[in-house]
């Protein structure tokens, strides 16, 4: 697993491209939970924008999610993964940036002319207890301890199952 000092970590809250990278390289896992995008003890809202500018004619910065979900769907042919995009509401990576952001991303290149640090509008991750990360043990041991959780439909069943047996029992001993 990647191990950094506090002060590595601190330095990446600001930037989502170069955690993406390193976390790929390592083989790490990256995940989305709920509106974030999640790198070990740090997360970003998935729509934090990154350091790499599109191809395009405007070139605006990619947010992480759109990276992230390359990454995901590297595999798929472009059409598809461009469908599969629009089905889950992320930015689709176009098809002249695909194969440099993903060089880019599994370490095979070490730059890319598409990486603008400067010009990226700053964003702000955040720094998450142990115990908010799927896949920790610390995760487990807080999910373990939490109570279950009941739905309101689940409660309004139970409630009225439960009328229903004291219904049947005072029935019962009224007979």
């Given at each position: 697993p990647?191990?950094r000092?506090?002060?590595?970590?601190?330095?990446?809250?600001?930037?989502p491209?170069?955690?993406?990278?390193?976390?790929?390289?390592?083989?790490?896992?990256v995940?989305?939970?709920?509106e974030h995008?999640?790198?070990?003890?740090?997360?970003?809202?998935?729509?934090?924008?990154?350091?790499?500018r599109?191809?395009?004619?405007d070139k605006p910065?990619?947010?992480?999610?759109a990276?992230?979900f390359?990454?995901?769907k590297?595999?798929?042919p472009?059409g598809?993964?461009?469908?599969?995009?629009?089905a889950?509401?992320?930015?689709?990576?176009?098809?002249?940036?695909?194969?440099?952001?993903?060089?880019?991303l599994s370490?095979?290149?070490?730059?890319?002319?598409?990486i603008?640090?400067?010009?990226a509008?700053?964003?702000?991750?955040?720094?998450?207890?142990a115990?908010?990360v799927?896949?920790?043990a610390?995760?487990?041991?807080?999910?373990?301890a939490?109570?279950?959780?009941t739905?309101?439909?689940?409660?309004?069943?139970?409630?009225?199952?439960?009328?229903?047996?004291?219904?049947a029992?005072?029935?019962?001993?009224?007979?």
């Amino acid at each position: 697993p990647l191990q950094r000092p506090i002060m590595d970590v601190a330095a990446t809250l600001s930037d989502p491209l170069t955690l993406l990278r390193e976390f790929t390289v390592a083989k790490e896992a990256v995940l989305l939970v709920g509106e974030h995008i999640v790198f070990g003890r740090v997360r970003f809202p998935r729509g934090a924008l990154t350091a790499y500018r599109a191809f395009t004619k405007d070139k605006p910065f990619y947010p992480v999610d759109a990276l992230w979900f390359l990454l995901e769907k590297q595999k798929a042919p472009h059409g598809e993964y461009v469908k599969e995009c629009a089905a889950n509401a992320v930015m689709p990576v176009s098809l002249p940036d695909r194969r440099a952001l993903l060089n880019y991303l599994s370490g095979a290149t070490d730059s890319s002319p598409s990486i603008d640090m400067t010009g990226a509008p700053f964003v702000q991750g955040e720094l998450v207890p142990a115990s908010a990360v799927p896949g920790t043990a610390a995760y487990d041991e807080a999910m373990a301890a939490a109570p279950a959780e009941t739905d309101e439909a689940d409660e309004i069943f139970m409630d009225a199952e439960a009328r229903a047996e004291e219904a049947a029992a005072a029935a019962a001993a009224a007979a």
